[in-house]
């Protein structure tokens, strides 16, 4: 088998939902570095539509904010993990749900609207 030809299924994109979408899609482009795509033919996205975000690098995957009706309420059962300052995140309105101890080699956050994510040290830093 050859890049999955076989898998019944193939990965797309990810997906984050949110009750203020457009609010929690500024918020992940500051924090990791990404920008709203732009429709195909320049004209604005409507509000109420999911906000497409996009790695201006082209390295990571396309990341939707979906709006959806109802808080978070319960642990994800996927996150994101991603490699970045705990502190910095903390001081764009991120919460620190678990910290790095002797046993997780990274914090557990969540995001303005709860949805938890995990903070790595940066491969080259030492901490």
């Not at 030809?5 to 992940?28: E, N, S, T």
């Not at 994800?76 to 678990?98: E, K, Q, S, Y």
């Amino acid at each position: 088998m050859r890049n999955g030809d076989d898998a019944p299924a193939r990965f797309k994109d990810l997906a984050i939902d949110a009750v203020d979408h457009q609010a929690l899609a500024d918020w992940w482009c500051a924090a990791i570095g990404y920008a709203r795509s732009p429709m195909a033919d320049g004209s604005t996205r409507p509000r109420e539509w999911p906000v497409p975000l996009v790695d201006g690098a082209g390295a990571g995957p396309l990341i939707w904010v979906n709006p959806v009706a109802e808080e978070k309420t319960v642990k994800n059962r996927m996150h994101l993990d991603v490699w970045g300052d705990p502190d910095r995140l903390v001081a764009m309105g991120a919460t620190v749900v678990r910290a790095r101890d002797h046993e997780i080699e990274w914090w557990v956050m969540a995001d303005p609207e709860g949805n938890e994510f995990c903070v790595f040290p940066e491969p080259d830093a030492t901490a």
